[in-house]
């Protein structure tokens, strides 16, 4: 590893390979704390390439338990965290809107590095204990069209890795990675990211694929569409800039979708959009979230056929017990 850095500290960049077995050695336990918190701080300080993204994801899912669910064919809709907003569960949120519309969904999540909730916990709030069975994670998608992967029983390859980035408390590039291991590597996904160049990247690894995929971000710097500014959404389409007001919603403040601070506030939020009892802002910052995941799954439908489809998942309450009965089956 120490030769490794100075090549970093140089400027200069890993190869797909290289850049793979580097981070197959750090889940083996082969580099001690300073060394894995000196290597993840390069990657804040300069840009992470397509071949250094790729040789990292290969190792995660080389290292992965693997769960084949693609009969379901579900998407999972995930954003990287780390964009230093602190909203509410807002692409949880969306998955179980998406589910209530009667989609397969896959959501892969992980507790909060950077953020007071994360998906996990706002799910073990609830109650949910986590699983990897693929008889479990089957039954729940049969039962209310959503299963939930915590990542760490997936790759628990990763808990040396854990601590560092605990402590570090900063956006990383293991922020990066988190949507693209999903264990069942899904053929449908939407990706929030936090900027425009990780966009780009994210569509290059993408394009080489053979899923259907929508990667979003909004100009101000969520990893997810907002709502709060102009946001952009990138599939095989092109990459198109939305505004707000435009597609019928109005434009929201940043405060309007804090999480809180603690856990239980941001679940208490999440519980108010799938009761329909949330602000408008929070209630259309979900529903703009799902619409766009079904477009994901269903391209032929407008967007604005998306939305209403959305838009009825909650106000019918088919989100809500659709969580009601995943927490039954999950906990």
């Known amino acids: 590893m120490k030769q490794e850095l100075y090549r970093l500290f140089e400027h200069k960049y890993l190869s797909r390979e290289e850049s793979k077995r580097i981070l197959l050695n750090m889940a083996k336990g082969c580099y001690n704390d300073s060394q894995i918190a000196a290597f993840i701080t390069v990657y804040l300080m300069r840009s992470i390439s397509v071949d250094e993204l790729a040789g990292f994801r290969e190792a995660l899912l080389e290292m992965r338990l ?61 109650g949910v204990k986590f699983t990897n069975e693929e008889g479990a994670l089957r039954k729940s998608l049969e039962k209310c069209n959503i299963a939930y992967l915590h990542a760490p029983l997936f790759n628990p390859a990763l808990k040396n890795v854990a601590p560092v980035r605990k402590d570090l408390g900063v956006r990383t590039f293991f922020n990066m990675l988190g949507p693209l291991v999903n264990p069942i590597v899904p053929r449908r996904q939407l990706l929030g990211v936090y900027n425009l160049k990780l966009a780009r990247l994210y569509y290059y690894m993408y394009q080489q694929t053979d899923s259907d995929f929508s990667v979003v971000h909004s100009l101000d710097g969520y990893d997810e569409i907002s709502l709060t500014h102009e946001f952009k959404v990138i599939n095989r389409r092109g990459e198109i800039l939305y505004s707000p007001e435009e597609l019928g919603f109005s434009r929201c403040q940043e405060t309007d979708l804090d999480g809180g601070t603690t856990v239980k506030e941001a679940a208490d939020i999440f519980d108010r959009v799938m009761q329909n009892r949330a602000t408008e802002a929070q209630k259309n910052c979900v529903v703009v979230n799902a619409a766009f995941a079904i477009q994901t799954i269903e391209p032929s439908l407008s967007i604005g056929e998306c939305i209403a489809i959305a838009r009825d998942s909650i106000e019918s309450r088919r989100a809500e017990n659709t969580l009601k009965h995943f927490v039954e089956l999950n906990s």
């Open 66 to 126: 693997p769960i084949d669910l693609s009969d379901y064919n579900p998407i999972d809709i995930v954003g990287t965290g780390g964009d230093n907003k602190n909203t509410f569960n807002i692409s949880t949120a969306a998955s179980f809107v998406v589910a209530g519309a009667g989609y397969k969904v896959v959501k892969h999540g992980n507790y909060g590095a950077t953020s007071v909730s994360g998906a996990s916990n706002v799910m073990e709030e609830h």
